[in-house]
């Protein structure tokens, strides 16, 4: 008994240590640093990585938010501006949809500017894109609330709301990954274009992958169920 209550005690113990290192004032620093990356965007990521003044914890956080807003949106949306058929909608695809394209992004823009000479890391494109989503959950929550007390004639001010946190977004990421990676105005365009390209190519791959993974589980399942037959 003794020996167990020291194993908890010391179980508890890890726990708590790692929730006050991963929680403590270091990240709620780098989530307020979120706020002033988004308006000051070039100071702010040039701050964020090389400075190291943001965390993989206040990251995860941003992303989490995002998807959370997304999701609550779905539903807290007036029927007005966004229609929803929860009879066609599978919540864990709807989540992939967004992590996925974005995983797919990081890795696309490392891979690519790394082999010309880009100066971000891995975990630093991550860190960056996900500080460039702040604006999405900051201007959503309140659009969520506004479609439902606004009519159908006030209908532009909504959709203009929605763009512009997109496009602010956007605009971030663009800025995340040019003083991340140290690359010029024109340069930086490009291997964001660069990054699309490869994007479609991880798509086709991985398509082509799972297709012959299919195929190979359909050859060894027939030959089973001849195998099965003949005996």
Known sequence: MAQTSVKEKNIVGSVAGWFKKTFGPKYWDSMKFSLYCITHPLDGFWDLTHEKR???AAANTILFLTVLVR???LKYTSFIFM???????NIFLYIASIL???ALFVVGNWATTTLFDGKGRLG???IGTCYALTPY?????????????????ERQFYSVLAVLSLVWCGLLIIAAMGQIHEFSGAKNILFLVFSLFAMLVMVFI???FFSMITQG???FYSLYREFMFRA
């Open 100 to 102: 996925f394209p974005l």
């Open 54 to 56: 943001g965390t993989y």
């Open 124 to 126: 630093q494109v991550y």
């Open 206 to 208: 991985l398509m082509l």
């Open 83 to 89: 229609q929803v058929y929860w009879e066609d909608i």
């Open 71 to 73: 999701i609550l949106s």
């Open 217 to 219: 589980i359909g050859y």
């Open 137 to 153: 959950p900051l201007m959503q929550v309140p659009l969520m609330i506004i479609s439902n007390v606004i009519t159908v004639n």
